[in-house]
């Protein structure tokens, strides 16, 4: 059973089993993330450069950029656990 561990930031403590279940993305949740990540490169696509107020683009651009990255990283985190289940159920069937 995860814990709540007392630090400056909301943490939890979780078994290797719960780690496994937490980014066991349901097919529909991958895909609203894949959604997700598509939005926010077409919306970093389409900034327009002001060159009058040339911080507030590198700004949103870098809050975009963040955003296609973390969500690249949950659904990398998946990719990760699947391919080490599989390969764990194919070592035990051997």
Known sequence: MSQLLSNRFTQFSHSSLEQLEGVNFTQLQREVI????SEAALEKVA????SNNPLQFAQQEAELQGKIEILEYLLLQFESISQLVVNNNFNSEQ
């Open 34 to 37: 894949q959604n997700l990540i």
């Open 47 to 50: 900034l327009l450069f002001n």
